[in-house]
Antibody
Framework: QVQLVQSGAEVKKPGASVKVSCKASGYTFTSYGFSWVRQAPGQGLEWMGWIDAYGNRNYAQKFQARVTMTTDTSTGTTYMELRSLRSDDTAVYYC???????????????WGQGTLVTVSS | EIVLTQSPGTLSLSPGERATLSCRASQSVSSSYLAWYQQKPGQAPRLLISGASSRATGIPDRFSGSGSGTDFTLTISRLEPEDLAVYYCQQYGSSPLTFGGGTKVEIK
């Protein structure tokens, strides 16, 4: 069965960086891309960007300058690094597999369990 | 970008009742590229509906989606206690993809 397992919770100081991992299993890793979606405490879902199976990336404008998404096909793991952290980056960060895609965007058919990133001085 | 507005914000119903959730788009969603997700407390979202009306694998048939253009609906025909959750719509027909703000379903 498809599983996405994310790395554990992180506590960071303002200005620092965080790198969250997401290890996929149960399917052919290179057949699907990934997206990252975050959820601030008590808030809704916010898409951050995606990386496809070929390494092409599309970041939401809001995160363009601060985020990098990568994949390691040898381990079946995808990563999201967010730099220059602020207190309002405190959120649960989810990786999600890109399921069916239109010509420009995708829906998400499987999700990781989420990683809480807390930014506090 | 397409803004998705969900209503009502909260829906409080008894088991066995019918729940009707609305998702309205600020412009037409091309080819009905509209998905619905369920997020139970403390869990990750789960895909319920794709293409406005197609149930995802393993989703009970009490969940159904309908609509096109700018108006979409998720219906839960007979509420079960385990349907307590926040439900989100998402459009994937244009870039950037966007989510609605969610509807919380409470069980009386």
């Amino acid at each position: 069965q498809v599983q996405l397992v994310q790395s554990g919770a992180e506590v960071k100081k303002p200005g620092a960086s965080v790198k969250v991992s997401c290890k996929a299993s149960g399917y052919t890793f290179t057949s699907y891309g990934f997206s990252w979606v975050r959820q601030a405490p008590g808030q809704g879902l916010e898409w951050m960007g995606w990386i496809d199976a070929y390494g092409n990336r599309n970041y939401a404008q809001k995160f363009q300058a601060r985020v990098t998404m990568t994949t390691d096909t040898s381990t079946g793991t995808t990563y999201m690094e967010l730099r220059s952290l602020r207190s309002d980056d405190t959120a649960v960060y989810y990786c999600a597999r890109n399921g069916y895609c239109s010509s420009v965007s995708c829906l998400f058919d499987y999700w990781g369990q989420g990683t809480l990133v807390t930014v506090s001085s | 970008e397409i803004v998705l507005t969900q209503s009502p914000g909260t829906l409080s119903l008894s088991p066995g009742e019918r729940a009707t959730l609305s998702c309205r788009a600020s412009q037409s969603v091309s080819s009905s590229y509209l998905a619905w997700y369920q997020q139970k407390p403390g869990q990750a979202p789960r895909l319920l509906i794709s293409g406005a009306s197609s149930r995802a694998t393993g989703i009970p048939d009490r969940f159904s989606g309908s609509g096109s253009g700018t108006d979409f609906t998720l219906t839960i025909s007979r509420l079960e206690p385990e349907d307590l959750a926040v439900y989100y719509c998402q459009q994937y027909g244009s870039s950037p993809l966007t989510f609605g703000g969610g509807t919380k379903v409470e069980i009386k």
